[in-house]
């Protein structure tokens, strides 16, 4: 047997030792080894001792297992309903054609139409219209002005004014328009301004056609002639 010791020591054998000197050496193997251990007992403590268990006593008990419920009854059988065969309608009897002869349709009948015969044309009687009457010379009017002025002279001279217009004390200017003819008479005079009073432009168209005047002269027209004066009223005048 080889032993072996601690701290690096070289191996011995027991018979090369002898028996005491083997015993010895044992023993002190055996000190040392004690002695490292306690060593390492008080540099490493042990630890501390773990706390009793409290231990509870639990006793099984097995409880009695429920019955099982009963087993549903089992659903009632349905039984189908018999079908009753559905009788199937017969078709009505289909009834034989009978084929009626047609008539042909009758022919259409074709009227001839006789056209009429035109009218005669009736020719427009010609109406021989009679040639447009000769347009009238050119009438010389150079001395209306004048014939105007002459008759304005005559009228004013010669006007007789009412007396209620007179009374009243009235006056103003109506212009008279007259159609005279080429032997001085008037066919017919109308006011184509008035005055503002009825009874001064009344005045004025009695003044015109009170009296007739001269025949027109050769530098007038010899056609009737139109006209124009304007008649002043004033009983003040004079």
Not at 16 to 21: D, F, S, V, W, Y
Not at 117 to 128: F, K, L, M, R, Y
Not at 168 to 190: C, F, M, R, Y
């Amino acid at each position: 047997m080889t032993a072996m010791t601690m701290g690096g020591l070289p191996p011995w054998k027991p018979e090369e030792m002898g028996l005491p000197r083997a015993t010895a050496a044992t023993l002190v193997i055996i000190a040392v080894t004690g002695a490292l251990m306690y060593g390492a007992i008080q540099v490493f403590p042990q630890a501390p001792p773990k706390p009793p268990l409290n231990v509870t006593e639990v006793k099984m008990v097995t409880l009695a297992q429920p019955k099982p419920p009963p087993p549903p009854p089992p659903p009632p059988k349905v039984v189908p309903p018999k079908l009753e065969p559905i009788p199937i309608p017969k078709p009505p009897p289909i009834p034989s054609r009978i084929v009626v002869p047609t008539k042909p349709p009758p022919k259409p009948v074709i009227h001839r139409v006789v056209p009429k015969p035109p009218p005669p044309v009736v020719q427009a009687p010609v109406v021989n219209t009679p040639p447009p009457p000769p347009q009238p010379a050119v009438q010389n009017t150079s001395g209306i002005p004048a014939y105007a002025a002459g008759m304005h002279d005559m009228i004013e001279n010669n006007i007789t004014i009412p007396p209620a217009l007179a009374s009243l004390g009235l006056s103003g200017t109506a212009t008279i328009q007259a159609k005279v003819d080429p032997n001085g008479h008037v066919e017919w005079a109308k006011v184509i301004k008035s005055s503002g009073n009825p009874l001064i432009d009344k005045a004025a168209l009695d003044g015109v056609l009170g009296h007739p005047y001269r025949p027109f002269t050769s530098n007038m027209p010899t056609i009737p002639a139109i006209i124009t004066v304007a008649i002043e009223i004033d009983p003040n005048a004079g």
